[in-house]
């Protein structure tokens, strides 16, 4: 039995104009997204604009989940960043609040450090935080991050630390990568980045996935995954997903999600992202609402 498994989602942040967090937006968003299907929130990944944040605003906007009552055990926060004691306090605060696991990058910039560096990264993270309650997610993205986690990396850390380091988000978009890691460390919940590779992971025993378009398409993307662990057809509705995906990845999946949620609701503060991003358009969101068509997104605002 894994230890985690299902459709995650890491969440949009949104913000006002003046580039402060839009409070109301973010908790009534992280709601509808589980209403949704999803079965838990990653705040403060790639998506989630996270490292244009620091440290307490993203401290401050996961009390803000709870304090909302949204269930700790339902957050998985991200909190990777460059420096170990950064990391160490984020991480920290995720534990202590009850969060169910902290989703944790590779200390990036430096990378030619190597396993053995990386090893000893999450290592001194694991020992400072030093909570048997804490649950790590390995996040590899090496196209963003420069730094990749391999699999042999997952196999040591998993090994070294059995409860602790328990699973592993890879936006790499290599398959052979995921299925390797899969085969590497199969006591590790391995959940692909994106929903193209959703039902390939299930069948060969990966977890779900953890992916952007959760933001808007929880629904379908939880169907499939339910169906196709009870073993039902899902090529049809399997087809339907990545063309979803597809166009929205072509709309460029921060802004193009954002765009499309201000387009369908009307509060344009979805509009806005903090540099070095820059802002979208209603008018992005309704070519992308046209590309994607009125069934799929019938759901939305």
């Known amino acids: 039995m894994l230890p985690f498994h299902g459709v995650i989602c890491p969440l949009l942040t949104p913000f006002n104009s003046d580039g402060s967090l839009a409070k109301d937006l973010w908790v009534s968003h992280a709601k509808w997204v589980l209403e949704q299907g999803a079965h838990y929130l990653s705040p403060f990944g790639t998506t989630g604009e996270a490292l244009s944040l620091s440290v307490s605003e993203r401290i401050a906007a996961v009390d803000l989940l709870l304090e909302a009552g949204i269930p700790a055990a339902r957050l998985m926060p991200g909190t990777g960043l460059t420096a170990l004691t950064d990391t160490a306090v984020l991480t920290r605060h995720a534990v202590q609040a009850g969060c169910s696991a902290a989703m944790v990058l590779p200390s990036f910039f430096y990378g030619a450090v190597g396993d053995v560096g990386q090893g000893r990264y999450f290592s001194e993270l694991i020992n400072t935080v030093a909570d048997d309650r804490l649950r790590v997610i390995l996040y ?162």
């Open 140 to 301: 590899n993205i090496p196209q963003n991050s420069g730094v990749p986690i391999t699999p042999s990396l997952v196999e040591t850390l998993s090994k070294r630390f059995p409860k602790i380091v328990c699973a592993y988000k890879d936006s790499a978009g290599n398959w052979d990568n995921t299925a390797a890691v899969i085969a590497a460390a199969p006591g590790v919940s391995v959940f692909p980045g994106s929903e193209l590779f959703l039902t390939q992971g299930l069948a060969a025993g990966g977890a779900g996935c953890i992916s952007a378009t959760v933001n808007f398409n929880a629904a379908a993307i939880r169907a499939i995954f339910d169906d196709a662990r009870a073993g039902k057809d899902v090529q049809a509705a399997d087809e339907e997903m990545k063309r979803v995906r597809f166009a929205t990845q072509k709309a460029g999946l921060i802004g193009g999600m954002k765009a499309l949620l201000a387009h369908r609701s009307g509060d344009m503060r979805w509009l806005n992202l903090r540099a070095p991003h820059l802002n979208t358009t209603r008018e992005e969101g309704a070519a992308l609402a046209d590309a994607l068509g009125a069934a799929a997104i019938a759901h939305i605002g």
